[in-house]
């Protein structure tokens, strides 16, 4: 058995090794096996490809099935061994695992020792530099800035599981025309730099800002403040310092509460020093031009980038008034991760609205790279849609603010809290406040990551802390039964791995159809990190659950025939395993009971 077994793939190399050896088959250059899971009344998986190979070759399909299946008899040894196949219908083709390799598997490959080391080969010893949350300062956290940290998270997790070298980057947007109004606002105000909080500096900016475009004398003292600050100025220095160190110790209230912790906070402001290089190599390469007193690159080869496209798009990395942006500041980042870093990748976390910005950037970092003959990392940006409130529309406060994060985590916690109190009302006061906020967060982070990233959601309190369907409850609810299961048996979780002689075989259709559950997490596991999408995780670890729920339900585990109650809590401690393993790369820690 291959130290990772992702059954996909294995039945595909299988089919097309025999396919090549089938001589109806010519070479099978064009055979795809087209490997899909199938039917559970018919088998585990199904191959779909020899229909639309015998229509090519003209060939009766199901005579083409056979002669396959005749070779992969033959010439695969472990074929039989490991799953019994048969022809259905016009030429399709179903396998289904034999219990005893079920068995096997979960013995050899379930632990989380071995779930780690099967998985680490995918990034293996790649560095790997993520980019989030990467919140912008002087305004407080919304509902907006979930999903990078959620998100983030989670393939920060799952890039690191799979043997990654990971730097989490926080690239905090701590520079900007912002800072010149605030500046400005803050002067004018009575207000004390000591004694500013968030709120204040949110204040005063909308107040700065309101009278920048009342009046075109403040917006010329907004503009000579930013000048000020870009210049080094002392005072305007200082100040900056203090909004920026306000901000990350409001941030990082939220990070604790969502366990987010970056290596580095490498803001704008960090590249300031680092931009004049950028605008000397895109211009000496050929790259970039003047336009209309701004520095801009286009792609002639672009629909929507180029000179000729309308709207005009060009991608601007110096602005008018000789000032960096974001795309300035982005571009020197991809050199500084190189050279710092050693990046062999980038994964960029943001919202839907900025693929073009990522899209400018890239193909900018690719000729420039190739220009100056550097290798340039392999640049991925992960994008995200928008939560909705109920009623489909951006998430508002009554006064049509939009909600504080902080808010709505602390309503997540109460509402869990709740729940708790209402189905298990006699534990300790600590132990539910533990329950509560593991609960309640990890049900708004299992709401996120369970939906497609790249569709907007509707937030649902009822849905996301429902404790059955798709949910964290439903998933921890699981774990927390079969450790109340290990309790009542006086065994430890861990430590249940019988010798299979001493073990029953697996056999009730409940039993069997966990154990393939079980078996189809890997290549779950597999294509969340392949696609940098962690809902697929999520829909393997629901199937799990629901499968053991209806296991649990059927076969009783503590029975008292040694063998079949070894093999029930070995059953139970494989599905803790890799449940447990699942919500931790989703930033989900399990709960003893709940
Ligand atoms: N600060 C940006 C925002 O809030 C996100 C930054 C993403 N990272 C980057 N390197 N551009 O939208």
Redesign the pocket.
Known sequence: MTPWFNPVRELDALLRTAAAATPCFNGAQNFDPEIRPADPRFGDYQSNGVLPFAKSSRANPRALAAALLSTLEKETACAPAFFSAEIAGPGFINFKFTPKFLDEWLAQHASPDAIRAGASAFYAGRRVVI??????TAKQMHVG?LR?MIIGEAIARLLQFCGANLVR?N???DWGTNFGILLFALKRSAAQPETLSLDDIERLYKEGSALTKADPAGLDAARAELVKLQTGDPANTALWHRIVSISTSAFQEIYDLLNIHPDVTL??SFYQDKVARIYHELTATGLAEESDGALVVWHDEHPRFSRTSTPPQPFIIRKKDGGSN?AS??LA?ILYRLDHFHADECV????A??QD??QQ?FLTAQKWFNATGRTLPTLRHVWFGTILGEDGRAIKTKSGDPLRLKTLLDEAIERASAIIDEKNPDLPPDERLHIAKTVGIAAVRYADLSQNRILDYAFSWKKLLAFEGNTAPYLLYAIARIRSIFRKADASLPAVSPASADRAPLETPTEIALARKLLAFPAALEQACSELRPHFLCSSLYEIASAYSAFNNADKVLVDAPDIRAKRLFLCARTADILSTGLHLLGIEPLERM
């Open positions: 980019d989030y949350p990467s919140a912008n800035h990078p980057d690239h905090i947007g803001g704008e974001y500041t982005d980042t960029y976390v943001t919202d609205r900025q910005h990522f950037l």
